[in-house]
């Protein structure tokens, strides 16, 4: 197996004012070809800084990037943007389609970027791959939120990329329209695709081969998603909802300083 992704001391310094917030604080990373990796944390623990830099959507402030065996992090806005076209695939919490086009027209997008001279075959072979052929017409409007994703992630898939990226995919879905989702994953990961995902959801982290987690901008654990990791998460999950659902009620707590 080839490595396809390398990171070395990679950071992502954010300049607010005066201060400057370390979102991501010299992370190094090997992930090979084909693997289904899974990135979990706390909110704020830098998992969209990671996500961003990996998809050559921004570039770090120091360290080291080498996507493919390309160093991708001193490359120009332009060749960044040749990258992801050919070999990074992108899906996001919200979607983000366009609403005005039909599904089949959504996914061609990248195609266009891509200058190819066929468009709607490629779109509407890509569309099938996700079961959606029959609304390739359909606007964004006139699909379900998991209709709508799995739009979103033909687009992605559109151009046949060696790496797909998802942050928070299956974050606004309910539990059976995240397991379609994670079901097509699943899927492209059998073909070889390398897959990088971002969840809170310990039930969704346990689906890939292995789960990082991160803090403060770091790495703070990275193991093989084998039974005895999928126990310990799915026990701690477990109890992540106990702590939740006695947050409910934190927030009237919390209001009464505020008013004061
Ligand atoms: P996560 O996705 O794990 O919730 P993020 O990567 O979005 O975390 O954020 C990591 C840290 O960087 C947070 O403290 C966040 O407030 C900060 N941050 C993220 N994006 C920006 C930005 N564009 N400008 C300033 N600070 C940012
Ligand atoms: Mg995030």
Redesign the pocket.
């Known amino acids: 197996m080839s490595t396809i992704i390398r990171l070395r001391q990679l950071t992502k310094h954010?300049r607010?004012g005066e201060t400057v917030?370390p979102?991501l604080d010299g992370v190094d990373l090997d992930i090979q070809e084909g693997e289904f990796l899974a990135i979990t944390?706390a909110?704020?623990?830098?998992?969209?800084?990671m996500m961003h830099l990996l998809g050559c959507l921004d570039r770090p402030t120091s360290g080291l990037y080498e996507l493919d065996g390309q160093l991708v992090s001193s490359m120009s806005d332009r060749q960044l943007a040749i990258v992801r076209n050919r070999k990074i695939g992108f899906v996001f919490q919200t979607f983000n389609l366009i609403q005005r086009t039909s599904a089949v027209d959504n996914v061609a997008v990248p195609l266009f970027y891509a200058r190819r001279a066929r468009v709607r075959d490629p779109a509407l072979k890509a569309l099938r791959r996700v079961g959606l052929e029959q609304r390739a017409g359909h606007k964004p409007s006139e699909l379900s939120g998991g209709e709508r994703q799995r739009v979103a992630i033909a687009r992605a898939i559109v151009n046949e990329p060696r790496l797909l990226l998802a942050d928070e995919p299956t974050g606004n879905l309910d539990s059976k329209n995240g397991q379609a989702i994670m079901q097509i994953f699943r899927e492209l990961h059998q073909s070889g695709v390398t897959i990088i995902l971002v969840t809170h959801e310990m039930s969704v982290a346990v689906q890939s081969e292995r789960i990082i987690r991160?803090r403060d901008g770091r790495i703070i654990q990275d193991r093989k998603a084998d039974d005895a990791l999928r126990h310990e998460l799915l026990g701690e999950a477990t109890g992540t909802r106990r702590i939740e659902s006695r947050g409910v009620e934190a927030p009237l707590v919390v209001a009464r300083p505020v008013k004061v």
């Open positions: 954010y607010m917030v979102a944390g909110s704020g623990s830098g998992k969209s800084t991160m």
